[in-house]
Structures are given as structure tokens and as C-alpha cells.
């Protein structure tokens, strides 16, 4: 009787082995976001205001969280008055076109002797300082242009918006609390369509596998058959294990997976649902 049971025990694992070899086994994985953010401040400040809970739902480009920026605000607005100047630029205009009219009328007198040649040649002189002070003038206005640029870029620098449309799930720091240069973490956010589930996969059934192919899914928590979509198929085998990791794609545009849920792959099994855009 022992020797039946050991007998049947082998016969088991070989028929294991070769439904492994041929991609008959189905293969567990974990859905997972296809992305997850720690958002940092760029620089150490308070936290004024954060403009989101946990759990909410997010756009790109929507704000998250604000450190104290009054001193910049300030900076900001001294630096869009320089840049608003043109007193400078009005009276360098003005001299030039002064001693451009002045020189034109000694160089009308200068045959009929009225003017010297010394004149004419400090006309001409004045006449290149003048150009010279509008040139130093444009050229104040391009570098204060410049830096209220730079002084709105570090104003923006105190806000944290997001750069995916997703789901805020959690707020490291409370309003008025310190946010350092060791620890700037403030927001962690997640995108979650699609949802991505990383299988490993034996090196025999990855080799038949490809890129962009579609592949049969289970969902056992919901029931649900899906379709996913192989993104990215690793050249390298797991010494260690002896399989591959597959990346696949699941559609999530109606949020009706949960990031965490078990997931199962059928490789040799055939899709039987077209497959939703997953980009």
C-alpha cells in the first residue's frame, strides 16, 4: 500500500511537470497599479493646505498640497514689476533719436562750413553711446523677463500637483506640519486603469508567449473571466525558480477590478472576449 501511494505521488508531479512544460497549468498572480507615486516637495517648508482626502479620486495637473510660499509670492511680484519697467527703455529711445536727428543736421551744415569735422565726430560718438544705452536697456528687460520666470517656476515649486489621472491613497502630513528634506513625502497617488499583474511564468510556456498578445484571465474573487494584454514579457529566467516575469495589462476604465486581487492566467487557453484599450 505504501509503495502504491509513493507510486501515485510520482505519477502526480510528472503529470504537474509536463502540464507546466505544455502551458496547461493556470498561473497566479496579484493585480497591482500601474502606477504608484510617492509625491515629495521639491523644498523643505509648511504644509499650508492639502486640497485632497484619502480615497479621492484625481486628475493630472490638479493640485494636491501647498507649502507656505508668501515670500516667494512677493519675490514674484517685485520681479513682474521689474520686468513691466520701460522708463529705462523710454529714455534710451529718446536719446537716440535725439543725437540721431542731431548728427544728421551737422552733417547737412557741414559743407557750408557751419560744423566741424570734431563736432560731427562727437556727434557720431554720442550717437554710438546712445545706441548702446537702448541696447543695455532691451537687454535689463530680457533678464528681468527672465527672472520673473524663474521666480514663477520656484513659486510653483511649492505646490504639489498631480501627474496621473488617479485615486489618493495617502497623506503622509497634516496642514501646519513641517515637511523636511529627509522625509518630503507628502502624497502617495496610484493610478489604477489599467491595473497590471505581474505572473511568473515557466521559461516553456513564456517562449510561446508574446508582446502585445491577448491572454485568458480569471478574477476568482468576482467570478469574472477578463481579457489582458502582455506588455512586457523579461528576457531573463529566475535561476531560482525557473520562470519568467510577464507583465500583463488589464482593462480598469470602469474601476471594476481592485488593485490586490488574485489573479489567474490560462496560457494555453483562448481569449473569448475582445480586448478594451489598456493605454
Known sequence: MRCLLVLQL??????????????????????????????????????????????????????????????HEISAKIAKRAKEQRGRLSAAQAELKQRAQRLERLRTIEPKRFASADEIARAETELSIAEANLLAAEEQIAIDTLEHEKARAILERRELRSPIDGVVIKLHR???????????????????????????????????????????LRVPELKQDAVGRIEMISPITEAESGTVRVKVLIDNAQGQYRAGMRCVLNPGQPTSAPLASVN
Open 174 to 216: 497634516e496642514e501646519r506640519e513641517f515637511v523636511s528634506v529627509i522625509n518630503p513625502t507628502v502624497v502617495t497617488v496610484v493610478q489604477l486603469h489599467p491595473l497590471q499583474v505581474i505572473f511568473p511564468v515557466p521559461t516553456t510556456t513564456a517562449l510561446k508567449l508574446a508582446k502585445e498578445q491577448q491572454v485568458s
Open 10 to 71: 510520482v505519477v502526480l508531479s510528472l503529470l504537474t511537470l509536463l502540464g507546466v512544460a505544455r502551458g496547461e497549468t493556470s498561473i497566479e498572480g496579484f493585480t497591482e497599479p500601474i502606477r504608484r507615486i510617492d509625491l515629495a516637495a521639491a523644498e523643505p517648508g509648511i504644509l499650508v493646505k492639502l486640497f485632497v482626502k484619502e480615497g479621492e479620486s484625481i486628475t493630472i495637473g490638479q493640485p494636491l498640497a501647498r507649502l507656505d510660499r508668501e515670500v
